[in-house]
């Protein structure tokens, strides 16, 4: 079955490293996306891209970064300047009448 | 203004109510427009789209009005399992913009 996997499922941080999430797609979509969630908030933007080798900032990408170099997979990187990465993480990619989501990823920082 | 508004509630309904939420969204140019669904701790799981000539699912109706650039949603006789987030979602030209959602606690 097509989908998106998000791995891992939960990850734990010691402050001052980097962490990459990874999200893999196997539906063909061009667009994908990656939300940050804090608990009983909404879903923010990231970071987002239209197309291979192309990506762009969302409202929150400080601390953050991206790279898009095939079209199934498109990772993000957690870094040590994000100041507050403790958060649940989506990676989602969309047709033109569904958005699909991966199952999330939980960070945690100690 | 936001790009996308909702009301983040809580809505607390009895069993059986009819309950409606709207969401705002700020660019006419907007193309494609959903009800997700979010349970704690899970990834949102679509509902409906929604579309100008109105759509219905069971006991859910979704309607579209681009001439005031808002989105509804109608949950006839409410059920225990209908408690949950519910987003808003909008899609324009290059990217994806979710509203942050009206929690929903339907009460025995």
Redesign the interface.
């Known amino acids: 079955d097509g989908g998106i996997t998000q791995s891992p499922k939960y990850l734990f941080r010691k402050e001052g490293q980097n962490v990459t999430l990874s999200c893999e797609q196997n539906l063909n979509h061009d667009a994908m996306y990656w939300y940050r969630q804090d608990p009983g908030q909404g879903l923010r933007l990231i970071y987002y891209s239209q197309i291979v080798n192309d990506f762009q900032k969302g409202d929150i990408a400080e601390g953050y970064s991206v790279s898009r170099e095939k079209k199934e997979s498109f990772p993000l990187t957690v870094t040590s300047a994000q100041k507050n990465p403790t958060a649940f993480y989506l990676c989602a990619s969309h047709s033109v009448n569904t958005i699909y989501f991966g199952e999330g990823s939980w960070l945690t920082v100690v | 203004r936001k790009e996308v508004e909702q009301d983040p509630g809580p809505f607390n309904v009895p069993e059986g109510a009819t309950v409606a939420f709207n969401c705002t969204y700020s660019n006419s140019a907007s193309q494609?427009f959903?009800w997700?669904r979010q349970d704690c701790?899970?990834?949102?799981?679509?509902l409906m789209?929604v579309y100008s000539s109105g759509n219905e699912d069971g006991r859910f109706t979704a309607q579209l009005n681009r001439a005031s650039q808002y989105i509804s949603l109608l949950i006839r006789d409410s059920k225990l399992s209908d408690s949950a987030t519910y987003?808003c979602?909008v899609?324009g030209d290059?990217?994806?913009?979710?509203?942050?959602?009206t929690r929903l606690h339907i009460l025995p």
């Open positions: 494609s959903f997700y701790r899970k990834e949102p799981k679509l789209s987003l979602v899609r290059d990217k994806i913009i979710f509203g942050k959602g």
